[in-house]
């Protein structure tokens, strides 16, 4: 009889125990209010961006981020901080950073970044590493998530010539496709291309290209020429 009142007297104890961790477990859980709770993730890890197409003196950049949380109904700002790490080879003077905003209403938003051209980047290409922090809006949120690169250059990468041979002009260069871009915007011109905008597309795209050449040649003293390439030094000849 005392040993089974022992028994008892143990199980009601360790029962006692369980409820009483229990209930600390759910208190905690309780304490949580998910209804204040909200941060923001990038949604890429990395961007890049090329002057070629531009030949303004700046770019802002939008970087796209999403909301961790409930929307709300005013704009709420978020922060990023610069990473001195060998990911980082822009200097201050190569950017500057607008802020980001997640708008009244939204999932998403964007953190904005004004790239500055210039010289340097006709030759090279830099990169600046960023990472989220916590403002009074929005938290920083997931590690995986938290920080981005953004890359951007002038440099120029003559792509294959064949088709290009055919409308603009017969050799390859980096004046000739700068010119090229500037003269069309078009910055890539392989079969698919052609088959896109079919002979008489192609036709008007070289002719504008022709005009660009006539154009340049005509206000300035010396006509364009090939700085690099099969033809260097020689004036640019466009098939039209």
């Given at each position: 009889?005392?040993?089974?009142?022992?028994?008892?007297?143990?199980?009601?104890?360790?029962?006692?125990?369980?409820?009483?961790?229990?209930?600390?477990?759910?208190?905690?859980?309780?304490?949580?209010d998910?209804?204040?709770?909200?941060?923001?993730?990038?949604?890429?890890?990395?961007?890049?961006y090329?002057?070629?197409?531009?030949?303004?003196?700046?770019?802002?950049?939008?970087?796209?981020?999403?909301?961790?949380?409930?929307?709300?109904?005013?704009?709420?700002?978020?922060s990023?901080?610069?990473?001195?790490?060998?990911?980082?080879?822009?200097?201050?003077?190569?950017?500057?950073?607008?802020?980001?905003?997640?708008?009244?209403?939204?999932?998403?938003?964007?953190?904005s970044?004004?790239?500055?051209?210039?010289?340097?980047?006709?030759?090279?290409?830099?990169?600046?590493?960023?990472?989220?922090?916590?403002?009074?809006?929005?938290?920083?949120g997931?590690?995986?998530?938290?920080?981005?690169?953004?890359?951007?250059?002038?440099?120029?990468?003559?792509?294959?010539?064949?088709?290009?041979?055919?409308?603009?002009?017969?050799?390859p260069?980096?004046?000739?496709?700068?010119?090229?871009?500037?003269s069309?915007?078009?910055?890539?011109?392989?079969?698919?291309?052609?088959?896109?905008v079919?002979?008489?597309?192609?036709?008007?795209?070289?002719r504008?290209?022709?005009?660009?050449?006539?154009?340049?040649?005509?206000?300035?003293?010396?006509?364009?020429?090939?700085?690099?390439?099969?033809?260097?030094?020689?004036?640019?000849?466009?098939?039209?």
């Amino acid at each position: 009889m005392k040993m089974n009142k022992l028994i008892a007297t143990v199980l009601a104890a360790a029962l006692a125990g369980l409820l009483f961790v229990g209930g600390c477990e759910q208190t905690n859980v309780s304490s949580f209010d998910e209804d204040s709770f909200a941060a923001v993730n990038f949604q890429t890890d990395s961007l890049s961006y090329s002057f070629l197409e531009n030949s303004e003196d700046s770019y802002v950049q939008e970087v796209p981020a999403q909301l961790m949380g409930d929307t709300v109904s005013t704009d709420r700002e978020f922060s990023v901080e610069v990473v001195n790490d060998p990911l980082t080879t822009a200097e201050p003077g190569d950017y500057s950073i607008q802020g980001g905003v997640i708008p009244a209403g939204s999932f998403s938003g964007t953190l904005s970044i004004e790239l500055y051209n210039s010289e340097k980047l006709k030759d090279t290409t830099i990169s600046l590493h960023l990472r989220l922090t916590d403002t009074s809006d929005l938290e920083a949120g997931n590690e995986e998530t938290d920080d981005f690169v953004m890359h951007w250059t002038d440099k120029v990468v003559v792509p294959a010539w064949t088709f290009y041979s055919f409308f603009f002009c017969p050799n390859p260069s980096t004046t000739a496709y700068r010119a090229i871009v500037e003269s069309t915007g078009v910055t890539r011109f392989n079969l698919q291309d052609y088959l896109e905008v079919g002979p008489t597309g192609a036709e008007a795209l070289g002719r504008e290209f022709a005009d660009y050449v006539e154009e340049y040649n005509a206000t300035h003293d010396e006509p364009l020429t090939h700085e690099d390439g099969p033809a260097e030094g020689q004036p640019i000849q466009p098939v039209y």
